[in-house]
């Protein structure tokens, strides 16, 4: 078992920035790639962005590339989503999940990760 827990949603005005932590337990972490995945009311869950679980392979969507960075620390059994230039349409519940996956970075598909938290609200106004 991996037991996931998101932090650092907020309300941010649009063109800010937020840092959204994942503070995992349980399993080994390094393990384990990670990802961010967003839901917007009345949407399906969305793929943001993954990282190898030694980080140095990353992946992210269309919609958030160059204004979001995830990353990761091993050490602190802890993801980052660092998030900039935020706009309206990144409002959603940000999920963090983890795959076992020794290599390769990461998949964009939700259903190839085992474990998931429970979320945190980011609200862009504009």
């Known amino acids: 078992q991996v037991q996931l827990v998101e932090s650092g949603g907020g309300l941010v005005q649009a063109g800010g920035s937020l840092r959204l932590s994942c503070a995992a337990s349980?399993?080994?972490?390094?393990?384990?790639?990670m990802g961010w995945f967003r839901q917007a009311p009345g949407k399906e869950r969305e793929f943001v962005a993954c990282?190898?679980?030694?980080?140095?392979?990353?992946r992210y969507a269309d919609s958030v590339k160059g204004r979001f960075t995830i990353s990761r620390d091993n050490a602190k059994n802890t993801v980052y989503l660092q998030m900039n230039r935020l706009k309206p349409e990144d409002t959603a519940v940000y999920y963090c999940?983890?795959?076992?996956?020794?290599?390769?970075?990461?998949?964009?598909?939700?259903?190839?990760?085992?474990?998931w938290g429970q979320g945190t609200q980011v609200t862009v106004s504009s």
């Open positions: 990282i190898s679980w030694r980080g140095g392979s990353t």
């Open positions: 349980g399993r080994t972490f390094s393990l384990y790639a």
């Open positions: 999940a983890a795959e076992r996956r020794p290599y390769g970075v990461g998949s964009s598909a939700a259903d190839s990760y085992d474990y």
